[in-house]
């Protein structure tokens, strides 16, 4: 699956599109991990939830959920929240 | 703000700032400094620590506010960084206590002299973190973080700072491994002989806000808790409820800050000691009025109060404020 990286998790991967796969939100994000070291922790707590800047979208739908199956193709987005003034 | 020696002895200051952090390379007199920064730039960086036994390493404890928290290191003062492998987390739920996430890592402490590789965390909300591989790895002190009867003692997430409640001033004892103490604000200060297998209150002494019980270590603030260097059985405390001392093995604290005088008070968050003098420390108190957070007492710009506690228990205080752009300093007593 395509995966675009918002540009403040680009540091760990380098490129705005990487490639991971897995059965689940939670599954890609762990083969995100294996491949950019630290990059998980950034976006999930260690309770599994979601951090408050972070969304995911799947082909436009958001995702709330880590157990949320994912298909085999398609694109996931995740895109970072900003606050503030 | 921390400070340190670099591996060929050269004076550092680390700023560590919401908007990144900062080295100061200062010559031996103390007259010029080089800038070496904004590293992370935009990174909240709560925390910058040089270890001195190497003079080299550096630890960062860094968060941003979308992001989240985690810990850098660089072993050549600052020149790369690598991230730390597994950063402080709380383990999951158990003894039926709720899980928790850490928020930041509030504080770092290099371990002992002897413990080379060692280090301690101190996080938001409050949990206490080792590591031994220099930072890399960070395992969870469940004696503290997973105890129901610290978890009372922690309060809620609201029972702190505007950014939450956070354990801070880790202290390792430089004749003793073993010996640790720390702090949390609310929630008292904690000593441990076993090399923190077990801890204990140490808040005998210690006042709280009038209307609660200081019996109870919930309501317990303290803000800063050092080590004399020269004299490592004697620490002071700045607290929400004043400025204190204590010598070990007493286990009662002396509200010391009564002397200082009234129109600045002796509640503040900061604590310098004197390097050599076990009787001269500085404090930064700071206006306690409208603006809780401001360092200024009375809207005056930055303050500076020396606390000398002269060896028959009682306190001279003075109070002085740096140079004002004409050149003048003034000082009161």
């Known amino acids: 699956m395509r995966v675009l990286i918002p540009s403040a998790l680009q540091s760990y991967t380098g490129a705005a599109w990487v490639s991971a796969e897995g059965?689940?939100?939670?599954?890609?994000?762990?083969?995100?991990?294996?491949?950019?070291?630290?990059?998980?922790?950034?976006?999930?707590?260690?309770?599994?939830?979601?951090?408050?800047?972070?969304?995911?979208?799947?082909?436009?739908?958001?995702?709330?959920?880590?157990?949320?199956?994912?298909?085999a193709g398609g694109e996931l987005h995740i895109v970072q929240a900003l606050s503030g003034g | 703000m921390s400070t340190g020696?670099?591996?060929?002895?050269?004076?550092?200051?680390?700023?560590?700032?919401?908007?990144?952090?900062?080295?100061?390379?200062g010559d031996s007199e103390r007259r010029s400094w080089q800038v070496d920064g904004?590293?992370?730039?935009?990174?909240?960086?709560?925390?910058?620590?040089?270890?001195?036994?190497?003079?080299?390493?550096?630890?960062?404890?860094?968060?941003?506010?979308h992001l989240g928290p985690t810990?850098?290191?660089?072993?050549?003062?600052?020149?790369?960084?690598?991230?730390?492998v597994r950063p402080p987390a709380f383990g999951p739920s158990i003894n039926g206590?709720?899980?928790?996430?850490?928020?930041?890592?509030?504080?770092?402490?290099p371990?002992?002299?002897?413990?080379?590789?060692?280090?301690y965390a101190g996080t938001s909300p409050q949990g206490l973190f080792r590591s031994e591989d220099g930072g890399r790895n960070w395992a969870p002190f469940s004696c503290?973080?997973?105890?129901?009867?610290?978890?009372?003692?922690?309060?809620?997430?609201?029972?702190?700072?505007?950014?939450?409640?956070?354990?801070?001033?880790?202290?390792?004892?430089?004749?003793?491994?073993?010996?640790?103490?720390?702090?949390?604000?609310?929630?008292?200060?904690?000593?441990?002989?076993?090399?923190?297998?077990?801890?204990?209150?140490?808040?005998?002494?210690?006042?709280?806000?009038?209307?609660?019980?200081?019996?109870?270590?919930?309501?317990?603030?303290?803000?800063c808790l050092r080590l004399c260097p020269s004299n490592p059985d004697r620490l002071y405390q700045q607290n929400h409820c004043g400025i204190y001392r204590l010598d070990r093995p007493g286990r009662r604290w002396q509200r010391i800050g009564r002397n200082m005088p009234a129109e600045v008070g002796d509640i503040g968050f900061p604590l310098v000691l004197h390097p050599r003098d076990d009787n001269t420390l500085w404090v930064f108190p700071m206006d306690g009025s409208d603006v809780w957070p401001r360092t200024s007492p009375g809207g005056q710009p930055a303050s500076m109060s020396r606390v000398t506690a002269v060896p028959a228990g009682s306190v001279r205080a003075s109070a002085c404020r740096p140079a004002r752009p004409g050149g003048q300093s003034s000082a009161r007593r």
Do not use: C
């Open chain 2, 144 to 223: 503290i973080n997973d105890d129901a009867q610290y978890r009372r003692w922690f309060g809620t997430v609201q029972d702190g700072t505007p950014d939450g409640p956070k354990l801070h001033s880790i202290i390792v004892d430089p004749r003793d491994a073993q010996h640790l103490y720390f702090a949390m604000s609310g929630g008292g200060v904690h000593e441990s002989l076993d090399g923190g297998r077990s801890f204990a209150p140490l808040v005998d002494g210690m006042e709280v806000v009038a209307g609660f019980d200081a019996a109870d270590v919930t309501f317990h603030d303290p803000h």
């Open chain 1, 23 to 71: 059965a689940s939100l939670d599954a890609l994000l762990r083969d995100l991990d294996r491949q950019f070291p630290g990059i998980r922790f950034r976006m999930v707590d260690e309770r599994r939830r979601i951090r408050r800047h972070i969304r995911f979208f799947l082909n436009g739908e958001m995702l709330f959920d880590p157990d949320h199956p994912l298909p």
């Open chain 2, 38 to 65: 904004p590293h992370f730039l935009g990174h909240i960086i709560h925390h910058l620590v040089l270890d001195p036994r190497d003079g080299r390493t550096l630890l960062a404890a860094a968060s941003t506010g």
């Open chain 2, 5 to 25: 020696s670099g591996e060929r002895g050269q004076l550092l200051l680390l700023a560590a700032t919401r908007k990144g952090a900062w080295i100061y390379h």
């Open chain 2, 97 to 109: 206590l709720e899980a928790r996430a850490v928020d930041h890592t509030f504080w770092l402490t």
């Open chain 2, 111 to 119: 371990g002992h002299a002897d413990q080379p590789g060692v280090w």
């Open chain 2, 71 to 84: 810990i850098f290191r660089s072993t050549d003062l600052g020149r790369s960084w690598q991230e730390a």
